[in-house]
């Protein structure tokens, strides 16, 4: 199942991560693909902001992941931009948040290809103009139930 839409400007990029949070119904896995400044971290802080975060939302890409706890649920906001081997997933031990129960949010997730678990939602963000066109892919149950619930 796919799904597209077309976001404006930065506004409406954080909105399209609040509408994400209202529709998550459990922890996924999602990938958030784009160029360098197509705003994949500006849709997780729509996102994390949706949940009930009040701090500071900032790119992971120094630091590799970045972990919060909102509304009791843990949530992984990972950037391999960085990242040199997908194995150094592993040394961070990253393999353990993906059990289920974290909520995943991966940038550059090419980066850890082969090592990464398949994504339950996929987003892509392109330069459309001023604004972002968003194609959003499913893949499996839950993702899919994600993505009706954003349409």
């Not at 209202?22 to 949706?50: D, S």
């Not at 990972?78 to 997933?89: M, V």
Request: charged residues 20%; aromatic residues 6%.
């Amino acid at each position: 199942m796919q799904r597209s839409w077309m976001l404006e400007d930065e506004a409406a990029q954080l909105a399209f991560g609040a509408r994400l949070a209202h529709a998550l119904t459990q922890p996924l896995c999602i990938y958030l693909t784009g160029p360098l400044g197509a705003g994949k971290t500006t849709l997780v802080r729509g996102l994390l902001r949706a949940l009930g975060h009040t701090g500071t939302v900032r790119s992971t890409t120094y630091t590799l992941l970045e972990t919060y706890t909102v509304a009791g649920q843990p949530v992984c906001h990972f950037d391999l931009y960085r990242l040199t081997d997908a194995e150094e997933l592993e040394h961070i031990g990253a393999r353990e948040l993906f059990d289920g129960r974290h909520l995943c949010l991966i940038e550059w997730p090419e980066h850890g290809a082969g090592w990464l678990p398949v994504p339950d939602l996929e987003l892509a963000l392109q330069m459309a103009g001023s604004g972002r066109r968003l194609r959003a892919r499913a893949h499996g149950p839950a993702g899919e139930r994600t993505l009706e619930a954003l349409t």
